[in-house]
């Protein structure tokens, strides 16, 4: 595996499920990934491609601003995150569901 590749492996962090992401997901086919600060829409787009095996038609992508959390007096904070909305070409689809 080369270098570019296994950074591809580590963009992706995790899919992103929740009401707005599945609403997203029918209504525009695109799916929604939580992804590395430092990533940038190429190397989100070529991940997915590589990872999924699918045609990606565009990628937008969004800054997460970490909520304030009270512990206790204790103001804290939770990291800023970056989140990607992945458009999927015509007919191509991903599938989260282990197939057994």
């Known amino acids: 595996m080369s270098a570019n590749q296994e950074r591809l492996m ?10 707005k992401s599945t609403f997203v997901g029918d209504k525009n086919n695109q799916v929604v990934f939580r992804v ?18 699918v045609k990606v038609k ?12 009270k512990t206790g007096r204790i103001m804290g904070r939770r990291r800023n995150w970056k989140k990607a909305y992945v458009s999927l070409a015509q007919g191509q689809e991903i599938n989260f569901q282990a197939t057994e």
């Not at 580590?10 to 009401?19: C, D, G, K, M, R």
């Not at 937008?60 to 601003?65: D, H, P, R």
């Open 10 to 19: 580590q963009v992706l962090l995790a899919p992103t499920v929740s009401e």
């Open 58 to 69: 565009s990628v937008q992508v969004t800054n997460v601003k970490g909520k304030e959390k």
């Open 36 to 53: 590395a600060d430092d990533a940038t829409k190429p190397e989100i787009k070529a991940a997915v491609e590589l990872l999924f095996k």
